[in-house]
């Protein structure tokens, strides 16, 4: 493997509180030394990083890679790529496959699928509940063996709250995460979009806020009964962000996630019935954008997450009620953080590559988020004056359901590698 050495690009890495601009030596995969005026080994890759930046590869701890079961959306393989495009170095792929992640093999077969992709890592999380029925537990320790990082039922609530419980004390015992999907069943049941003026206008059955709040102020109250830790997936209301606000201050267990597309777009970009802005949780109003930004901003929404649910063309060409929830986002996340975040001033450029790398790869313990010297060379380098439009026909995910077609970002990715070799260039 040859050595590679990134020059005169500036480093950000906020594990190490680095941002200025330096060398990055890489040797046998791994990092070897970051500091100014580095000598190239014999044979090495010099990469010429002037006026880029130069930063851990991004971490994604909530994606759909829809295998097995739904090839025609997704693969691992396409998923890994799609993320490497996007600056990220590692993923971690939610359960609700067809058939479910819930088992050891069905595990193995997902970090098979992720090693022979030979892009970004993939990480599997497992089913909280057998088939994600919301039944019976699955059997934690046992995937966990097999590789799995975290436990989710994401995309179905745990309604039973004495299983949910039992899912916290379990996790615990192994030190993983349960992440939540925050949803009263009965509140929700047939909603398709936010529950206000535009659905009133649209005749479109709502989904109240309330929906998501009740279950994340239930998830909280077990998460301090039990001392398990709690993740709660892509919050989408003001009083979601509060709420987890408050009991951070008595020291509960809880992370928590933010969306690009919760931070920048809100139920109007459904008019028109456009199923690409149809997603669970919905895009809810102005307050509540709002209220995500400033909860990605003071930390009590830890991490960035994009939620990445691809679909095929045909699935989302349907009339609104009947499309499936969801849109991509690997391949837009940095650019939408760079623009609504950190133009808008929410967020600085360290930060945003905390709540996008470091942060996550910290509460999913993986091993990621850093440019420690020993550790696996997992960077991204972008250009962050290059703007750039996005043309979901670029993509290279399997899908293209993005409401975001057509939208100027800044930031272009123009090298990710992994384990110091290059998966991909921009």
Same mark, same amino acid.
């Given at each position: 493997?040859?050595?590679?050495?990134?020059?005169?690009?500036?480093? +950000?890495?906020?594990?190490? *509180?680095?941002?200025?601009?330096?060398?990055?030596?890489?040797?046998?995969?791994?990092?070897? !030394?970051?500091?100014?005026?580095?000598?190239?080994?014999?044979?090495?890759?010099?990469?010429?990083?002037?006026?880029?930046?130069?930063?851990?590869?991004?971490?994604?701890?909530?994606?759909?890679?829809?295998?097995?079961?739904?090839?025609?959306?997704?693969?691992?393989?396409?998923?890994?790529?799609?993320?490497? !495009?996007?600056?990220?170095?590692?993923?971690?792929?939610?359960? *609700?496959?067809?058939?479910?992640?819930?088992?050891?093999?069905?595990?193995?077969?997902?970090?098979?699928?992720?090693?022979?992709?030979?892009?970004? %890592?993939?990480?599997?999380?497992?089913?909280?509940?057998?088939?994600?029925?919301?039944?019976?537990?699955?059997?934690?320790?046992?995937?966990?063996?097999?590789?799995?990082?975290?436990?989710?039922?994401?995309?179905?609530?745990?309604?039973?709250?004495?299983?949910?419980?039992?899912?916290?004390?379990?996790?615990?015992?192994?030190? /993983?995460?349960?992440?939540?999907?925050?949803?009263?069943?009965?509140?929700?049941?047939?909603?398709?979009?936010?529950?206000?003026?535009?659905?009133?206008?649209? $005749?479109?059955?709502?989904?109240?806020?309330?929906?998501?709040?009740?279950?994340?102020?239930?998830?909280?109250?077990?998460?301090?009964?039990?001392? $398990?830790?709690?993740?709660?997936?892509?919050?989408?209301?003001?009083?979601?962000?509060?709420? /987890? %606000?408050?009991?951070?201050?008595? *020291?509960?267990?809880?992370? !928590?996630?933010?969306?690009?597309?919760?931070?920048?777009?809100?139920?109007?970009?459904?008019?028109?019935?456009?199923?690409?802005?149809?997603?669970?949780?919905?895009?809810?109003?102005?307050?509540?954008?709002?209220? +995500?930004?400033?909860?990605?901003?003071?930390?009590?929404?830890?991490?960035?997450?994009?939620?990445?649910?691809?679909?095929?063309?045909?699935?989302?060409?349907?009339?609104?009620?009947?499309?499936?929830?969801?849109?991509?986002?690997?391949?837009?996340?940095?650019?939408?953080?760079?623009?609504?975040?950190?133009?808008?001033?929410?967020?600085?450029?360290?930060?945003?590559?905390?709540?996008?790398?470091?942060?996550?790869?910290?509460?999913?313990?993986?091993?990621?988020?850093?440019? %420690?010297?020993?550790?696996?060379?997992?960077?991204?380098?972008?250009?962050?004056?290059? %703007?750039?439009?996005?043309?979901?026909?670029?993509?290279?995910?399997?899908?293209?359901?993005?409401?975001?077609?057509?939208?100027?970002?800044?930031?272009?990715?123009?090298?990710?590698?992994?384990?110091?070799?290059?998966?991909?260039?921009?």
């Amino acid at each position: 493997m040859k050595p590679v050495l990134l020059k005169g690009g500036r480093v +950000v890495d906020p594990s190490q *509180n680095h941002d200025a601009v330096a060398d990055l030596l890489m040797v046998d995969g791994k990092v070897e !030394a970051l500091k100014k005026r580095l000598s190239a080994p014999d044979g090495a890759e010099i990469v010429d990083c002037k006026g880029k930046v130069v930063a851990p590869g991004l971490v994604d701890i909530h994606v759909h890679l829809r295998e097995p079961g739904r090839e025609d959306a997704e693969t691992v393989a396409s998923g890994a790529r799609a993320a490497a !495009a996007g600056g990220f170095t590692s993923v971690c792929a939610m359960p *609700n496959t067809d058939p479910v992640t819930d088992n050891q093999a069905a595990i193995g077969f997902i970090v098979k699928q992720g090693a022979d992709a030979g892009a970004a %890592r993939v990480y599997p999380i497992g089913a909280t509940t057998l088939g994600q029925k919301g039944e019976q537990l699955s059997e934690f320790g046992e995937m966990v063996h097999a590789g799995a990082v975290a436990v989710s039922d994401d995309g179905h609530p745990v309604v039973s709250t004495q299983l949910m419980r039992s899912a916290l004390e379990y996790a615990r015992s192994f030190g /993983i995460p349960v992440a939540e999907h925050c949803e009263d069943p009965y509140l929700f049941k047939h909603g398709v979009m936010h529950e206000g003026t535009v659905s009133a206008r649209m $005749g479109l059955k709502g989904i109240p806020s309330a929906c998501e709040e009740i279950m994340v102020a239930r998830n909280l109250l077990l998460a301090e009964l039990t001392g $398990g830790h709690i993740h709660l997936c892509h919050m989408s209301s003001r009083e979601s962000v509060a709420l /987890i %606000r408050r009991a951070k201050d008595r *020291n509960v267990n809880v992370t !928590a996630e933010g969306a690009p597309h919760h931070f920048a777009l809100t139920h109007e970009a459904t008019e028109g019935y456009d199923t690409n802005a149809k997603m669970n949780p919905p895009l809810r109003e102005e307050a509540d954008v709002e209220a +995500v930004r400033d909860g990605l901003k003071d930390g009590t929404l830890d991490v960035i997450a994009t939620d990445h649910a691809p679909h095929h063309y045909e699935s989302k060409e349907r009339e609104f009620d009947d499309a499936p929830f969801g849109i991509i986002g690997l391949e837009t996340a940095l650019g939408m953080g760079l623009t609504q975040l950190v133009g808008k001033g929410y967020l600085t450029l360290p930060e945003l590559i905390n709540r996008m790398s470091t942060e996550p790869a910290r509460i999913f313990h993986l091993p990621a988020g850093t440019l %420690r010297r020993g550790v696996a060379a997992d960077v991204m380098v972008f250009d962050p004056e290059v %703007r750039w439009v996005v043309d979901p026909a670029a993509f290279l995910s399997k899908s293209r359901n993005t409401p975001f077609g057509g939208w100027e970002l800044a930031g272009k990715v123009e090298r990710t590698l992994v384990g110091g070799v290059t998966v991909f260039t921009g």
